[in-house]
């Protein structure tokens, strides 16, 4: 596609159930990133892969967060176990390479745990 | 530590006046460097990029970079209301064996009719 695609845009789920939130990069760009962003706040960075190198995952909060990307391209980003705190706007971003180049968003997924 | 380094704002510039956003970055090896606008609810949207000391203009805007100062500034002109957003600066910075950008917490611009 021409963007960034990331699915379902918006999802409610209940609290300890299982989400999976998937983002489909710009062909071609070999590095993604998703990040979470909380209602007024900057983003907080979750995962970063690029190419075949091992996934930066530094930024997942708690085990309950994994992500993993197959192929090279589509990613899917894991929550077990959801908690009220996970409730936020998660942000997909790709970009060409690993250096010097702009990163462009997908439009999110809202998701809310009650 | 490698950070970004924004004013939170909000920052409150009246119609038509010039808007000046600053950022601080800490690795002085950095080489990319971009801003984004946010309005809220939706996502991030790239304006510019900048890349070499000195200004870079496109349209209303204008990038400002500074290496040895290690800081980098966008100027928009004649401000419209909808250039209210939140304005997000990102630099590219090498880690651990990576680039990675690093992100601002971004300004709140309020442009007042």
């Known amino acids: 596609g021409a963007g960034v695609s990331q699915s379902p845009s918006n999802k409610v789920t209940e609290k300890g159930k299982d989400v999976e939130l998937r983002c489909d990069p710009i062909s071609g760009h070999t590095a993604l990133y998703w990040y979470r962003q909380s209602l007024g706040q900057g983003l907080e960075f979750l995962i970063y892969f690029q190419g075949n190198s091992a996934p930066d995952k530094s930024g997942l909060p708690s085990d309950r967060f994994s992500a993993e990307r197959t192929g090279g391209s589509v990613s899917t980003l894991t929550i077990q176990r959801t908690q009220q705190e996970d409730s936020a706007v998660y942000l997909c971003?790709?970009?060409?390479?690993?250096?010097?180049?702009?990163?462009?968003f997908g439009q999110g997924t809202r998701l809310t745990v009650v | 530590q490698k950070e970004v380094e924004q004013n939170s704002g909000p920052l409150s510039v009246p119609e038509g006046a010039i808007a000046s956003l600053n950022c601080t970055y800490s690795?002085?090896?950095?080489?990319?460097f971009f801003w984004y606008r946010q309005y809220s609810g939706k996502s991030p949207e790239l304006i510019m990029s900048?890349?070499s000391n000195g200004d870079k203009e496109d349209g209303r805007f204008t990038a400002q970079l500074n290496k040895a100062s290690q800081y980098v500034s966008l100027l928009i002109r004649d401000s419209q209301p909808s250039d209210s957003a939140t304005y997000l600066c990102?630099?590219?910075?090498?880690?651990?064996?990576?680039?990675?950008?690093?992100w601002g917490a971004g300004t709140k611009l309020i442009i007042k009719p």
């Open positions: 690795d002085r090896g950095s080489q990319s």
């Open positions: 900048i890349y």
């Open positions: 971003a790709s970009r060409i390479g690993g250096s010097g180049n702009e990163a462009f």
């Open positions: 990102a630099v590219n910075m090498f880690m651990d064996s990576n680039y990675q950008l690093i």
